[in-house]
């Protein structure tokens, strides 16, 4: 009888400890916030507007309204590290090359942003970055959803709870539970608060998606964008970046990635 209360408590001690980890430590093991901004648009000589957007729970966020031919916006939702300011390179070939408005708005808890980031938070957050795109005159038709890794799980649900002309996710992921068991195989899913569950609701997206696929991506398997793709509804395209790592895809792409945005935002 002892033996198994023994048995018993160290079980609990152990559920304990996993919830612990999925639990309270949860969120340092998922977003990797820098609060300080390295630069602006204006110093990468791009027109831009200052704008401070407020979540539905009230969290005040901060970014940018890059400014190019104001026919067609993209609303850009980054990864999980770093801020804005990290991403201003890649808007300005979006700005000059693919001749789109940019809003680029910090997640909360990440730059210039109130509060601390959560899953159904960034949600609220990518809501109302819509609701200022649209606010500033872009039709929903005119607006395309960008999410790269953390932000592909954001702009596809958005793509759920708002109007837009057309989704591009770059390196996505099947769900965060299938991420823990490729990174972390020993914390119990189950115990996982956010669920970032992109493999439920692909299907759902109506809207054109072009899936941007790594073909050396060291953070997300290659498979979880392919499978994403076979579980999307058309219309629906797919690129695989050759020799591309997670975090280098429009560098090592080159013209040819390019070519690819342009091809897909050429479609009627």
């Known amino acids: 009888m002892a033996r198994r209360w ?37 110093s990468h000589g791009l027109p831009y507007e200052d704008l401070t957007v407020e979540a539905e729970d009230g969290v005040e966020l901060r970014g940018w309204w890059i400014r190019s031919r104001g026919k067609r916006a993209l609303l850009f939702f980054h990864g999980n590290a770093g801020n804005i300011a990290d991403r201003l390179g890649r808007a300005r070939t979006l700005c000059g090359r693919l001749g789109l408005d940019v809003f680029l708005v910090d997640y909360r808890g990440y730059g210039p942003s109130q509060g601390s980031p959560s899953e159904e938070g960034l949600y609220r957050d990518a809501r109302a970055i819509h609701g200022a795109a649209v606010a ?5 038709e005119d607006i395309v959803l960008f999410g790269e890794s953390l932000g592909s799980a954001v702009a596809l649900q958005l793509a759920l709870d708002r109007p837009s002309g057309a989704v591009v996710l770059e390196t996505p992921f099947l769900s965060l539970a299938a991420m823990a068991r490729e990174h972390y195989p020993f914390v119990p899913t189950f115990l996982l608060r956010s669920r970032y569950d992109n493999a439920a609701k692909a299907p759902g997206v109506a809207s054109p998606k072009l899936f941007l696929v790594a073909e050396r991506d060291e953070i997300v398997p290659p498979g979880h964008g392919l ?10 395209a797919l690129y695989v970046i050759p020799g591309a790592g997670h975090n280098d895809t429009y560098v090592t792409g080159g013209e040819a990635y390019w070519r690819e945005w342009e091809r897909f935002l050429a479609q009627p």
């Not at 969120?27 to 602006?40: C, I, K, M, Q, V």
């Open 227 to 236: 499978r994403l793709f076979e579980l999307a509804k058309e219309p629906k």
């Open 6 to 42: 023994r048995r018993a408590l160290l079980t609990v001690a152990a559920a304990a400890g996993f919830w612990a980890i999925g639990s309270g430590m949860e969120n340092h093991f998922l977003y990797f916030p820098t609060r300080e901004l390295a630069g602006t648009p204006a």
């Open 136 to 140: 500033r005159g872009f039709r929903p």
